[in-house]
């Protein structure tokens, strides 16, 4: 920002904070003190146009500096009241300073080339500033005697003089005096007041070092009555009637205000309610320049912290999910930052289904995650690998596949449980080969995953794991998936495993009862008559199972 004076900084920190802090006046008197402590012997030319480059040619490796956001209020601050540009000399006393500020943070009038800005400013009896405002270039010279009264012309009179768009090389300053110009001293023509070079007569001068308590008095006077607009009807209709590109940025600077005294409120309904409402003007219909103004609005104020406040709304404000997918549609990588956290944490299935809705509608999560697959951090790619299977974000299942080669048996079995959810060839593929994996819990996982798909290519698969698998938990799981399969070669291997062991060797209860619950789940012919030939089997609990599989098929 070396490009920029530090009194500009400065000045459009101090208009931040009558427009975004009004209460902080403690931070407004120390900001004002910087103010005047970065003036320049030559004075300093805040002009619109030249503010706008330098702003665009601030952003370094590191992104945008803080001051950023300051100077990008006051030029919109500038635009919107029709100022161009601005001069305020070397010694400028410091209730200038504070009037332009405040003149600046004035709501200003739609559509009236800045005449309601003039009058504030004719107001103020300014000696040490001179502007430059309205469409036409009108000049706004500084007052020389107390007093004096101007009305603003609609159009520049004798005495009055154009600022071109395009000056190379002079100073607002410089082109106010030059000889086409009014001569500075006490001279009065028409609507055009003249700087003097000196103390003003009869008015009370301020000194430019040490200035007095009641200087700051009136000051924080002044500050305390900047408030942000609190009627949101109020501020819908001024959304929806600005039409043109000055309308629109006091429209959005306005909402701008308006929510980020909600965020601070902890007040997220309201919240969502303006950035909804600047968001429903991106609309083909909408002026481009329009769109845009409220637009770069909703990007300032998506931060991590708001997106985090509106996600909490999602679990229980089932009428408003609609609004929030289309909020953080539009939030980047820190909305899915944002939800992804709250998902990690939720502590019921509802919540965690209402964030991960919310982050099927972004666009940024399913590549986000994706690349998060090949982060370091174990839990990093479980959690990503959880979320892109609950999604059902197909094109993901080669990552991962890869996954499953993971060191970390938590990660393996997120994966798993990821591809049994997309159900893709690719993936089903890669569940039979973890039907062998050394960890049961994946084992499990991948039975459950191929019976869920039906995937009838994987019975050989199962049929040749039942035999060598020792967990009985895992048994139960392909002995499920079998009946899902329901191929011949798979009744077949359920009717020996429901049927009684021997004397030697008895089989488990559940396991049995497993097979009787997969054979009715075939419901084939076959497996139907198996099991009306075990309706007087001599165990009470499976011969209770096979009753009631039977009765829910109505094949008794």
Not at 153 to 170: D, E, L, N, Q, Y
Not at 215 to 235: H, V
Not at 487 to 508: D, M
Request: some cysteine; overall charge neutral.
């Amino acid at each position: 920002m070396e490009s920029i004076p530090s009194f500009t900084t400065e000045f459009a920190r101090l208009l931040w904070q009558l427009t975004r802090e009004p209460r902080a006046v403690e931070e407004q008197k120390a900001t004002l003190r910087r103010v005047l402590l970065a003036r320049q012997l030559e004075g300093v030319e805040i002009e619109l146009g030249a503010l706008n480059i330098a702003i665009v040619a601030s952003r370094g490796p590191n992104g945008l500096p803080e001051a950023v956001a300051w100077l990008s209020e006051l030029t919109t601050r500038m635009a919107a009241h029709a100022v161009r540009a601005m001069h305020f000399s070397a010694n400028v006393p410091a209730l200038e300073v504070l009037g332009v500020a405040r003149a600046l943070a004035a709501a200003p009038h739609l559509r009236d080339d800045g005449q309601a800005f003039d009058a504030r400013i004719v107001a103020l009896k300014l000696t040490a500033v001179t502007l430059a405002i309205g469409r036409e270039g009108f000049v706004r010279h500084a007052t020389p005697a107390i007093g004096m009264s101007a009305v603003r012309a609609p159009t520049p009179s004798a005495g009055m003089r154009h600022i071109s768009p395009k000056v190379g090389g002079s100073s607002l300053a410089d082109r106010l005096h030059t000889p086409t110009s009014p001569p500075p001293a006490t001279a009065f023509r028409g609507d055009v007041r003249t700087a003097s070079s000196g103390v003003v007569p009869g008015a009370r001068q301020l000194g430019t070092t040490g200035m007095k308590d009641e200087s700051f008095a009136m000051m924080t006077r002044e500050i305390s009555r900047s408030e942000p607009i609190r009627d949101l009807s109020a501020l819908n209709k001024l959304l929806a009637e600005a039409t043109d590109t000055d309308s629109a940025a006091l429209a959005a600077g306005e909402a701008l205000r308006a929510a980020e005294q909600r965020i601070k409120d902890g007040d997220w309904l309201a919240t969502l309610g303006i950035v909804g409402a600047m968001a429903q003007r991106d609309d083909p219909s909408v002026d481009a320049d329009v769109r845009r103004a409220y637009l770069v609005v909703v990007r300032r104020l998506l931060t991590p912290n708001t997106l985090r406040g509106l996600a909490q709304l999602l679990p229980n404000k089932r009428e408003l999910r609609e609004s929030l997918h289309a909020v953080f549609a539009r939030s980047g990588e820190d909305g899915v930052d944002a939800l992804v956290e709250l998902m990690t944490a939720a502590n019921s299935p509802g919540e965690r289904r209402a964030y991960r809705d919310a982050l099927a509608a972004c666009p940024h999560a399913a590549p986000m995650l994706s690349h998060m697959l090949g982060d370091p951090q174990w839990f990093v790619v479980r959690n990503a690998a959880e979320l892109l299977g609950e999604m059902g974000v197909s094109e993901v299942d080669g990552k991962l596949v890869e996954t499953l080669s993971h060191p970390d048996t938590r990660v393996r079995r997120a994966a798993t449980g990821a591809l049994a959810r997309l159900g893709t060839p690719r993936a089903l593929h890669a569940l039979q080969d973890m039907l062998r994996d050394p960890n049961p819990d994946i084992r499990l996982q991948a039975a459950l995953g191929l019976g869920a798909a039906g995937q009838r290519a994987a019975a050989g698969d199962l049929l040749e794991v039942l035999d060598k698998e020792q967990d009985g938990d895992v048994q139960q799981a392909i002995v499920t998936a079998l009946g899902k399969v329901a191929t011949f070669e798979a009744i077949e291997r359920l009717q020996k495993v429901a049927k009684p062991g021997n004397l030697f060797r008895r089989k488990a209860s559940g396991l049995r009862i497993a097979a009787v619950n997969a054979l009715a789940e075939a419901a084939t012919q076959e497996a139907l008559d198996v099991l009306r030939g075990m309706a007087n089997d001599r165990d009470k609990e499976v011969r209770a199972a096979i009753e009631r599989a039977l009765r829910d098929k109505s094949a008794l």
